[in-house]
């Protein structure tokens, strides 16, 4: 199956910094997908991205489909982006795997005041 | 994006008790998906459907777990006898036209 790896595991930040998180897959897919992971648990969408740019308030991402990685970018980082971001990817079999998404670790990020 | 919603929040549930977790999508939508997060690791898929059956499942996804659609809108997960190992937080998913959208969650622990 595809693997998934992100990177930094842990990221610390200072209120007011910006950040670079990044995502590497192992195979071609149709689907990725970056979450944040609030403190209660829920996986909150933040970017549909298989490939291109795309920037919504502070966070930007962009996905390099054929070298095979994504990053999202947090500038301006604020307490309330704490949390883990995982990057999921799928969707290189066509049918329902476009919705069998294989998560990373994720990065636990935590931005303290 | 269409709301998915999941209920119970919360289900604490005694060792050997079967529990049924529900996913209520607004929509109508034909692909259908369960993922499982062990408390501190990484989200992981246990089961797709579609058309009103399973289409593909994960190795976790034993003979222990079965799902539904039983009245066209509800999608149900029912683990049978569970064990310790099944505490976790469990996420309902939906197709749309372009990111697959999850539920809020259902935190189960078994005791």
């Known amino acids: 199956g595809i693997q998934v790896e992100q990177s930094p595991p842990d990221l610390i930040l200072q209120e007011g910094a910006n950040s670079t998180l990044r995502c590497n897959f192992s195979d071609s897919v149709n689907n990725l997908q970056w979450f944040h992971q609030n403190p209660w648990g829920q996986l909150i969408n933040l970017f549909y991205i298989p490939s291109g740019t795309k920037q919504n308030g502070r966070l930007s991402a962009t996905t390099v489909a054929t070298e095979r990685y994504s990053l999202l970018y947090i500038s301006s980082s604020q307490t309330t982006d704490s949390g883990v971001y995982f990057c999921?990817?799928?969707?290189?079999?066509?049918?329902?795997?476009?919705?069998?998404?294989?998560f990373g670790q994720g990065t636990i990020l935590t931005v303290h005041p | 994006e269409p709301e998915v919603t999941q209920t119970p929040s919360h289900q604490v549930t005694q060792m050997g008790q079967e529990v049924i977790l529900r996913c209520v999508p607004i929509s109508n939508h034909l692909y259908f998906y369960w993922y499982r997060q062990i408390l501190g690791q990484k989200v992981e898929f246990l089961v797709s459907?579609?058309?009103?059956?399973?289409?593909?499942k994960s190795e976790i996804f034993d003979d222990q777990f079965s799902v539904e659609r039983p009245d066209g809108s509800n999608f149900t997960l029912k683990i049978r006898s569970t064990k310790l190992e099944d505490s976790a937080m469990y996420f309902c998913?939906?197709?749309?036209?372009?990111?697959?959208?999850f539920g809020s969650g259902t935190r189960l622990t078994v005791v």
């Open positions: 999921a990817v799928g969707g290189n079999a066509g049918g329902t795997s476009y919705g069998k998404l294989t």
């Open positions: 459907f579609y058309n009103n059956e399973i289409s593909e």
């Open positions: 998913a939906i197709l749309w036209t372009g990111p697959c959208t």
